[in-house]
């Protein structure tokens, strides 16, 4: 599986340390609901298609990155910066 | 029987070889299979389960039948293919599963039970007793049957791993793989071209056809020589691609010392490759199948086209009186080609009825073979056709059931092949894997020039997708006749009619399979074990299949195949894990202290992939106990040193750095003056707790926070997520300092008195009080020195840029010893750590929360951070869950022990009486008694009761009384003082 870093470029995903899916980076506030912190800590979809997680170019630059890629044809379509997903400037 | 001006190998270098014993000559190009049929031998093992003589059935790695073991000693390589194993000087190879010897093979009575042994024989006989099978079954089937056997010692031999990375990689270099490569090649393309074999070419090194006039070895060395010559190509022999991975990614195995006596120095014997192409060509060529027939398996029965490879490649007659049986023009190129050089051919049989004729030898048009006989070599065969039957004397029978295009690599991400009722055959699905073509013999094209036309349109298609404008390059004149093919899978008729030999099915055993109605292809496999032996029914899966399928009553397409996983041909795990044992899997991370301590006889023990000292014995200890009791009492009443460098270290700069920081610690840094440290709590967002460690401010906006040595890695992932993840917009930066700074432990009511030694200037009392920190002057060294303490003594850690540890830590020991002192190791350390209460990932496990270990109170109230609201979940703070205590002798315990779990005084010890559990222990020489800690259920509420300690694996029962965790000196006066 290749992954492409959007700092360092493409690269063999065994740089990578995967961590699951991106919902991580949608922390709740301090005081949402029991039922928002139980989502985000426990509750995960497991789909057939395109899903979203989170990897971190360990051996690399250090990067976390959004990884989108296809579970069924195991295509990774995209990749793009934690820091932009989280600050909102990508998707 | 070597024929004379045939072949391409070097008839001018002889080779000497051993087959079990024996001395053979060879000549320089023979694989084992080639020199031992040149010299007759034609028996070369026994089959797997019923023992029956074997010899050579192809001229390839499909070989399901010529097994043999290379070599001896440790590095004995069983189950070598003596089609593909080339010979060199010296080279011993020896026959398999045969006792006592390979003609004589007593286990062949298997043979004659062989009724009772047919398919589904193991789970039908061994139903009970159960413990029969153990006993009994297996180790007499295990005796009884099996390939060749490991020597049982540890691998000897180097292997290696490699990367490399293409525009185009070409499987496969006959006709097909050439002209792809020379298409990319022309075209400017990165190109990679592989082939399995010792030589390229494919098959036109065994046909006698022309390309362009020239021979096929002619023309095949004429093109090589012209990629040789370009610097954007790469060419490998004996590299096997045995596996197709996602986004273009490729594994092969590269042969690099099977092939000879002595290798270069350095060189493995075998490398595994990665390759990462954009895209690929498969020209894999295709394999031919046998026909099954009543004892075909007879040693001298072979595959029509691997004649034609031993008699036109290596000039080896596999026969003098050949026949051969077919239902392909293909099948009547061997009779043509063995009359040419001078063999006897005694009949061809041909399942067709509109077979072409021959003026050289007796055609049998609609004929087939029903039987074949010879004891331990073939001696004749009987053809039967519509008159009746009529045996013919023969030593060598070639047969061809017609080919199979190798489509194995495209099914390896799940894609399934098409039939094709033309050819009788499967072809790869287009797309099936992602940028890959296949091309030539293994789409279906059987032809030499419709495979060389094919090779030129694959790498254009591959090129033009990649951008690149593909050269025009036209394709040579060649072969090209009709492929005509009449479906023939199995000659009816009674006995047994061999489909797998390398794991003796035979079309008896797929019937019965369908009969008790496993008639999935996938049950019919593993209900007979069809295509399950290590050559992967190269050979006769199709086959199988088309019987399935005939049985059934349905088409093969409908049918459809097994799944094709990798490796295409077997892979040592030695290669696979190449790198990935040893230091290759565990580097060693040494400490700048690591050459003084070894100087001082200190056993090193492992803490992570670092080395730490156990403790520094000196004369007349004999025991670690002594030694670790003096270093103890050494750091409680003079002074010790010890190196903590492998404590995690991570700096943390920029103006939002205190925010930053008390969203992953649970207490808050935001407020620590300049100069000060402070010890640091860190919870998962889960509410347990992660890791703890101190947090120093070395500046206003720069913080260095160490952690433990077993989570470093974790907490800088962990520090870098909340960064980019959850903090984005925070102006901070954080880097792992680690390796860059060595750091040692001053311990003891004399470190100031050794510190002040060390220092350029003597500290002011005033400025350097608990928990001070800042830069100092070591010896004229720009250092960083800290007031902390994990001892619970007055002490110090100073740190120095790690090319200064060595000769600081030999500095500090040598002062500390002056001063009645010393170094002391990690034995001492874990000593003075319980004394104190501290605790370490032994306490913090990860199912431990601040809660548990009694710093609830640290936990902010009005700051977020992470593991802050799930960390108040009621069950994370409710009393009665087990809490960190102290533990200590109750009456004369000679012994307490770490994993022991604790019960209520009188309670039975039986897991649901479980109270808690003990996590520490040791012995403290400071209170002369044993002293523990452990968790235990609402413990702090428990101080003063005796529990009972129960370790059921060391068959330890004691009692011992609950306390608080703080042992020794509990107002902390001596480490304020």
Redesign the interface.
């Known amino acids: ?2 992954i492409t870093c959007p700092l360092c470029g493409e690269r ?1 995903r065994r740089e990578f ?1 995967y ?1 699951g899916a991106a919902v ?2 949608e ?2 506030a ?1 005081d ?1 609901s029991d039922e928002a ?1 139980d989502g ?2 426990h509750l995960r979809d497991n789909p057939a298609g395109k899903t979203r997680d ?1 990897w ?1 170019h ?1 051996a690399g630059c ?3 990155v959004v990884v989108t890629r296809d579970t069924v044809t ?3 379509l995209d990749c793009v ?7 909102g400037a990508r998707p | 029987m070597r024929i004379d001006d045939k072949g391409i190998v070097d008839r001018t270098r002889p080779v000497r070889f051993r087959f079990d014993g024996i001395i053979y000559e060879g000549v320089k190009g023979d694989t084992v299979a080639s020199a031992l049929l040149a010299n007759d031998v034609r028996l070369l093992g026994r089959s797997f389960k019923y023992h029956r003589p074997r010899g050579i059935l192809s001229a390839g790695s499909e070989e399901p039948n010529a097994l043999v073991t290379v070599g001896r000693g440790a590095g004995a390589e069983p189950n070598v293919r003596a089609t593909v194993q080339e010979i060199y000087e010296g080279l011993e190879t020896t026959s398999q599963n045969r006792w006592p010897s390979l003609t004589l093979d007593l286990m062949a009575v298997n043979d004659l039970a062989a009724p009772f042994l047919g398919a589904g024989f193991y789970y039908k006989t061994f139903m009970w007793p159960a413990t029969f099978w153990e006993k009994f079954y297996e180790p007499l089937i295990r005796r009884a049957a099996g390939l060749g056997a490991l020597s049982g010692e540890a691998n000897p031999d180097r292997y290696e791993r490699a990367y490399a990375f293409c525009d185009l990689l070409v499987i496969g270099a006959g006709p097909t793989g050439l002209m792809a490569a020379l298409t990319a090649a022309r075209s400017g393309a990165d190109v990679m071209l592989l082939d399995e074999d010792s030589s390229m070419g494919g098959r036109l090194l065994s046909e006698t056809d022309l390309v362009e006039g020239q021979t096929g070895p002619d023309w095949v060395d004429r093109v090589l020589a012209e990629l040789r010559g370009m610097d954007n190509v790469r060419l490998m022999t004996r590299t096997t691609v045995a596996g197709v ?5 490729f594994g092969a195995l590269e042969r690099v010392g099977h092939h000879r006596a002595e290798r270069p120095a350095g060189a493995p014997l075998e490398t595994f490759w ?1 390759i ?1 192409a954009r895209r690929a060509v498969l020209a894999a060529g295709a394999l031919e199948r046998p026909v099954a027939f009543r004892n075909n398996d007879r040693p001298g029965i072979m595959l029509a086209g691997a004649v034609r490879s031993y008699l036109n490649r290596w000039g080896v007659a596999p026969g003098r009186k050949v026949t051969v049986f077919g239902n392909t023009d293909d099948a009547h190129r061997t009779a043509r080609d063995l009359v040419d050089a001078g063999v006897h051919v005694a009949a061809l049989i041909d399942s067709r009825h509109d077979a072409p004729d021959s003026s050289d030898y007796p055609v049998f048009k609609g004929a087939t073979v029903s039987d074949s006989s010879g004891r331990t070599a073939l001696s004749s065969i009987t053809v039967r056709r519509i008159g009746g039957e009529e045996r013919i004397a023969t030593d060598c029978l070639a047969m061809s059931g017609g080919w199979n295009p190798s489509v194995h690599l495209t099914c390896h ?1 799940n894609g399934r092949p098409t039939w094709r009722d033309d050819i009788l055959a499967f072809v790869p699905r287009p797309g099936a894997v ?1 940028g890959l073509y296949a091309a030539g013999a293994c789409n279906g094209v059987f032809s030499t020039a419709g495979c060389l036309r094919d090779g030129v349109r694959a790498a254009s298609e591959a090129l033009r997708d990649l951008g690149i404008t593909p050269a025009n390059v036209t394709s040579p004149e060649a072969e090209n006749a009709p492929y005509a093919i009449a479906p023939l899978w199995a000659v009816p008729g009674r006995g047994r009619a061999w489909l797998d030999f390398q794991n003796d099915v035979t079309v008896k055993d797929v019937k019965q399979a369908a009969t008790e109605n496993f008639r999935s292809v996938e049950h019919m496999k593993r209900y007979t074990t069809q295509g399950m032996a290590t050559d992967q029914g190269k050979s006769s899966n199709v086959t199988a299949l088309a019987i399935l399928a005939d049985v059934t009553g349905r088409g093969i397409a409908e049918t459809g195949t097994t799944t094709f996983r990798p490796p295409f041909s077997p892979v040592a795990i030695a290669a696979l894990g190449a790198w990935g044992q040893g230091k290759g899997f565990a580097p060693d991370r040494l400490m700048t202290s690591h050459a003084a301590s070894l100087e001082r006889n200190a056993p090193m023990i492992e803490a992570g992939l670092w080395y730490r000292p156990s403790y520094f014995p000196r004369p007349g200890e004999t025991t670690w106990r002594q030694s670790c009791d003096r270093e103890v009492s050494m750091v409680r009443e003079a002074v010790g040193v010890c190196d903590v460098s492998t404590l995690g270290k991570i700096d943390i700069q920029g103006p939002d750095a205190p925010e930053f920081l008390d969203l992953v610690y649970c207490n808050v840094v935001s407020k620590l003056k300049v100069g000060r440290v402070r010890y640091g709590l860190m919870l998962r ?2 509410g347990h707790v992660m890791d703890d460690g101190t947090c120093a401010r070395l500046g206003e906006t720069h913080f260095l926070m160490t952690t433990t040595t077993a989570a470093a ?1 974790q907490v800088m ?1 962990h520090l ?2 909340a960064r ?3 903090m ?2 925070l102006d901070v930066a954080i880097s792992s300092v680690t390796e860059n700074w060595a750091q040692f432990a001053v311990a003891g009511p004399r470190s100031r008195a050794l510190i002040d030694g060390i220092l350029d200037s003597p500290l002011n009392e005033a400025d350097w009080p608990f928990m001070a920190c800042g830069p100092v002057r070591v010896l004229g060294v720009a250092g960083r020195l800290f007031r902390i303490s994990f001892s619970g003594e007055h002490g110090y850690e100073i740190a120095v840029p790690a090319r200064y540890g060595d000769s600081l830590f030999r500095l500090l020991i040598e002062r500390a010893e002056a001063l009645r002192g010393g170094a002391y190791g990690m034995e001492a350390l874990n000593v003075l750590r319980i004394e104190k209460g501290f605790i370490t990932h032994a306490e913090i496990h990860g199912r431990v929360t601040a809660f548990d270990i009694g710093m609830d109170r640290m936990m902010a109230q009005r700051k ?1 951070f992470i593991g ?3 960390a108040r979940r009621p069950g994370l703070i409710d009393p009665e869950r087990e809490r960190l205590v102290g533990l200590k002798p109750a009456g004369a315990v000679q012994e307490m022990t770490a994993g022991a779990h604790l019960f209520k005084d009188g309670a039975e010890p039986v897991a649901p009486n479980s109270q808690g559990y003990v996590t520490s222990v040791a012995f403290s020489p400071t209170l002369g008694h044993m002293i523990a800690l452990g968790f235990l259920k609402n413990g702090p509420a428990r101080h003063g009761e005796t529990v009972r300690m129960v370790d059921h694996l060391r068959a330890l029962d004691t009692r011992c009384e609950v306390v608080d965790p703080v042992f020794y000196d509990p107002e902390g006066g001596r480490v304020r003082g």
């Open positions: 599986m290749r063999d340390y961590q991580l980076l922390r709740p301090f949402a912190w985000y800590l989170l971190y360990e250090g990067a976390w195991h295509a990774v910066l934690a820091s932009d997903v989280a600050s | 991975y996602d986004q273009g990614t990665r990462v991400l992602p967002e889960d890695g992932r870098e997520f980019q993840g959850l984005s917009h977020d802050k609201r799930l």
